[in-house]
């Protein structure tokens, strides 16, 4: 993948597309369709400020991650977009299939 986007250097790591924004974009995306199941279903919303907290809670340690990989110099800017932008595709495959 990295030679598909043509990304051949970045700091001194041989590094690609950084599986940890693919990981926690796919996952971000996907935990409340795991919670709440599919968006055309109801289910009961009991006790929904400790799943607003956990939610909140994983976004910021994403964030925190994300602000690791870019500024220690693990990955650069562009990396770090595919990155997400493949968690996407990810998840949205996964809610296809």
């Known amino acids: 993948v990295k030679y598909l986007v043509k990304d051949h250097s970045c700091s001194t790591h041989p590094n690609s597309i950084s599986g940890h924004n693919n990981f926690f974009m796919f996952v971000i995306l996907s935990l409340p369709i795991l919670r709440y199941g599919p968006p055309r279903l109801t289910s009961s919303r009991q006790q929904d400020w ?18 690791r990989t870019y500024f220690y110099g693990y990955h650069s800017l562009r990396q770090i977009v595919y990155g997400a932008a493949f968690g996407v595709v990810n998840h949205t495959i996964w809610v296809l299939l």
């Open 50 to 67: 400790k799943w607003k907290i956990s939610y909140i809670s994983l976004v910021v340690v994403a964030l925190w991650q994300l602000h």
